[in-house]
């Protein structure tokens, strides 16, 4: 996929986030038994793994221009997580080697039902701040995993609003908060151009939005379903952009509601497949600056990342995202005034 209106010098793509390796395990009991029995599961892969680390390497897949700045260990862990996205393409000269601390791991525990349990130890991410963030000039800048980063967070809204002012669009998946407080930092949701949750991830930001009066005057226990959450991340400034797994996407502008739906696949493993709907989206929304355009691209991208386990084996190339993108079924729906 070529980019349309590249400035020259530009960076199609600048992620912020976190990189680490995800250690993936398919088969595992609810809850392994413990007393040092071993216990056998279905299959264990080792795959790069971070919110921003994977919505880079599917970006670089799909011919953007990309840099991904994080922080990895000076360990085995580190030179994985760089190596793999070097070999796909991203630009990773603004990436940090924390001296003492390890990168950070995690392991994915994955149920039949497509449900897993995550386990990570955050190794160097609360390290990572802004000012390991090089000024670099890019068409779109995307954040990722918001409350794993705490320093990088609080300086997230000035960085946002900067690249906002030099003329670049901006979005943010804040992913999981471990916490349960799911508090954004101020004016952070104004820099936003998108916001990019799942369906669980939005009610939770909306209700502490309510809550707080930050958009809405309505408190948390007032929140009533998805429809209600968007209106609420609506007015706080982005476009929310809410991923739905096999029931698609649902995004809210001033004017409409436009959602959309690709055709039924059946997963091998959905892990990354929200990173790979954000590579898709943006990729699809820097090539036409339309919303429809951008949430088709993304629901193919999310799609045909499931085809293998872990985010990145099975991401998917500008042909079949194209070929994919084309059969998803899009609708526009005003908003009625109330």
């Not at 670099?136 to 609080?154: I, M």
């Not at 959450?229 to 698609?248: D, I, M, S, T, Y």
């Amino acid at each position: 996929m070529t980019a349309a209106g590249r400035r020259s010098g530009a960076l199609d793509l600048l992620v912020v986030g976190d990189a680490n390796p995800d250690v993936l395990v398919s088969g595992a009991p609810e809850t392994p038994p413990a007393g040092q029995a071993e216990t056998l599961v279905d299959s264990g892969a080792l795959a790069l793994g971070g919110s921003a680390a994977i919505v880079a390497h599917g970006a670089a897949r799909l011919g953007l221009s990309t840099a991904l700045v994080a922080m990895v260990g000076r360990d085995p862990a580190g030179d994985f997580v760089l190596d793999t996205l070097s070999a796909a393409g991203v630009d990773i000269s603004g990436c940090t080697r924390h001296d003492t601390l390890p990168t950070a791991l995690t392991v994915c525990l994955n149920r039949p039902d497509g449900d897993r349990a995550i386990l990570t130890a955050p190794g160097c991410l609360p390290a990572f701040g802004p000012e390991h963030v090089p000024d670099l000039t890019a068409r779109h800048v995307h954040a990722a995993s918001y409350f794993l980063q705490p320093r990088l967070a609080a300086g997230l809204p000035r960085l946002l609003a900067d690249a906002a002012a030099r003329g670049a669009s901006t979005s943010l998946d804040t992913n999981d908060d471990p916490s349960g407080a799911w508090r954004l930092a101020p004016g952070l949701l104004a820099a936003c151009t998108f916001l990019l949750p799942n369906e669980a991830e939005a009610l939770s930001l909306a209700g502490v939005l309510g809550a707080r009066g930050d958009g809405s005057d309505r408190g948390a226990d007032e929140i009533d379903g998805l429809d209600d959450a968007l209106g609420v991340l609506r007015a706080a400034g982005p476009v929310p952009v809410v991923k739905r797994g096999r029931h698609g996407v649902v995004a809210r502008t001033g004017t409409e509601t436009v959602t959309a739906r690709g055709p039924e696949v059946v997963p091998v493993d959905t892990v990354g497949a929200g990173d790979g709907f954000d590579a898709g989206f943006l990729a699809g929304w820097l090539a036409s600056g339309a919303l429809p355009q951008a949430l088709a691209w993304g629901c193919a991208c999310g799609a045909l990342s499931t085809r293998a386990a872990g985010g990145t084996a099975a991401q998917a190339g500008p042909d079949e995202a194209a070929a994919l993108a084309a059969r998803v079924e899009v609708g526009v729906a005003p908003l009625t005034a109330v």
